[in-house]
C-alpha cells in the first residue's frame, strides 16, 4: 500500500536550519511529483511547491523562494524540505502529498493530492 | 494569485443533518475544484475533484457542485466521522494552487 512516512517533530533556535525527510513506499517513486504543504498552527493548508521526481527539478510558490529548497534522494524513494535561516513565523506542520492525475473520458484533473504524509510539526523557539 | 474564500468558518450541525459549505473564487477556475478533508491530528484526505467528482472510497453521503467561482460541499447526512474541517483547493492556475481557509464542521 502507499505510504509517505516523515521524520520526527523538531525543535530548532531561531536562524538554525532543519530538513524533512518523506519517505515513499508501496509505489514508484519517479512516477508522481511531490509536493509540500504547510499549515501553521490553528491555521489553514498554503502549498509550497513541487519537485519532479524524474528531473529533480524544484518548483516554489510564492513566499517560498529563497529559504526552501526541495531535493530527492531517488535511491532511497525520499524527498527532502530543507529550510534555512528559520524564523519564529516558520513554526508550523509540514505535509509532504503525493501529487496524482484522474481522466475520464472527457477530460483531465491534474494537481490532486491523493496521499498524505502525516505531518513533521517544526518548531522555532529561542 | 487567486483567492479562496470559504464560508461559514464554522458551521454547527446536528447528526444526521445536512451540512452545506461555499468556496469562491476570485476569478474563474472552471471545474478545476477539489475539496479535502482534515480532522484533527491529521493530514487531509482528497474527496472531491473536478468540482463534483467522488474520489476513490468517498461516500456518496458526500457531493460537490459548482462551476466558474461558486462551489459548494453537500454532506447529505452528517455522520460522526464526517465532523472535521474542509478545504476546498483550486488547482486551475497552475503553477500556483490555492486553498480557503477552511470550514470547521462542528457538532451542533
Known amino acids: 500500500q502507499v505510504q509517505l512516512v516523515q521524520s520526527g517533530s523538531e525543535l530548532k533556535k531561531p536562524g538554525a536550519s532543519v530538513k524533512v525527510s518523506c519517505k515513499a513506499s508501496?509505489?514508484?517513486?519517479?512516477?508522481?511529483?511531490m509536493n509540500w504543504v504547510r499549515q501553521a498552527p490553528g491555521q489553514g493548508l498554503e502549498w509550497m511547491g513541487w519537485?519532479?521526481?524524474?528531473?529533480?527539478?524544484?518548483t516554489y510558490a510564492q513566499g517560498f523562494t529563497g529559504r526552501f529548497v526541495f531535493s530527492l534522494d531517488t535511491s532511497v524513494s525520499t524527498a527532502y524540505l530543507q529550510i534555512s535561516s528559520l524564523k519564529a513565523e516558520d513554526t508550523a506542520v509540514y505535509y509532504c502529498?503525493?501529487?496524482?492525475?484522474?481522466?475520464?473520458?472527457?477530460?483531465?484533473?491534474?494537481?490532486?493530492?491523493?496521499?498524505w504524509g502525516q505531518g513533521t510539526l517544526v518548531t522555532v523557539s529561542s | 494569485e487567486i483567492v479562496m474564500t470559504q464560508s461559514p468558518a464554522t458551521l454547527s450541525v446536528s447528526p444526521g443533518e445536512r451540512a452545506t459549505l461555499s468556496c469562491r473564487a476570485s476569478q474563474s477556475v472552471s471545474s478545476n475544484l477539489a475539496w479535502y478533508q482534515q480532522k484533527p491530528g491529521q493530514a487531509p484526505r482528497l474527496l472531491i475533484y473536478g468540482a463534483s467528482t467522488r474520489a476513490t472510497g468517498i461516500p456518496a453521503r458526500f457531493s460537490g457542485s459548482g462551476s466558474g467561482t461558486e462551489f459548494t460541499l453537500t454532506i447529505s447526512s452528517l455522520q460522526s466521522e464526517d465532523f472535521a474541517v474542509y478545504y476546498c483547493q483550486q488547482y486551475n492556475n497552475w503553477p500556483s494552487l490555492t486553498f480557503g481557509g477552511g470550514t470547521k464542521v462542528e457538532i451542533k
Open positions: 508501496g509505489y514508484t517513486f519517479t512516477s508522481y511529483a
Open positions: 519537485i519532479n521526481t524524474n528531473t529533480g527539478n524544484p
Open positions: 502529498a503525493r501529487e496524482v492525475e484522474y481522466c475520464s473520458s472527457t477530460s483531465c484533473h491534474y494537481h490532486l493530492f491523493d496521499y
